[in-house]
């Protein structure tokens, strides 16, 4: 895991719900994270956030199964929050994704939400959002971005 190329991603809720079914066409991501080719980056409060939504959108046993191996990872990155930015005010809760990724000192928050575009308009701290498919594509490029 020492490879500098390799991305420390912070993946909202949503994005990682999609991923998650192997008949999803964002299976990739998943697998991606399983087969070590990004950095996760989570706090407690993003674990259970995980949860609760993987619980409602598919079943207990399944939630339980994405945050055990999730924990388990040597790729994931477990952070603790310092500050509390509060930069996202349209959805508040959005916010524990970018204080995640400011502690963690991560590459990308990957997200469909556009709640976190507000994100470019800041010019400190500089906290890069991509959308799955441009994930994709630097993944495809082998993180030669970083």
Known sequence: MNNPKIPLVVLDTN???VSVSSRSK?????QSLLEGK??????????FEYEEQLSLHWNKEVALNVIRSITELPNTIF???HYHLNLIVTDEDDNKFVDCAFAANANLIVTHDHHFNILKEIPFPVIPVVDVNRFEEILDNEAKEF
């Open 15 to 17: 994005v990682l719900l």
């Open 26 to 30: 964002y299976h990739w991501l998943y």
């Open 38 to 47: 990004y950095k996760l980056a989570i706090t407690q409060s993003i674990l």
């Open 79 to 81: 952070t603790t929050i």
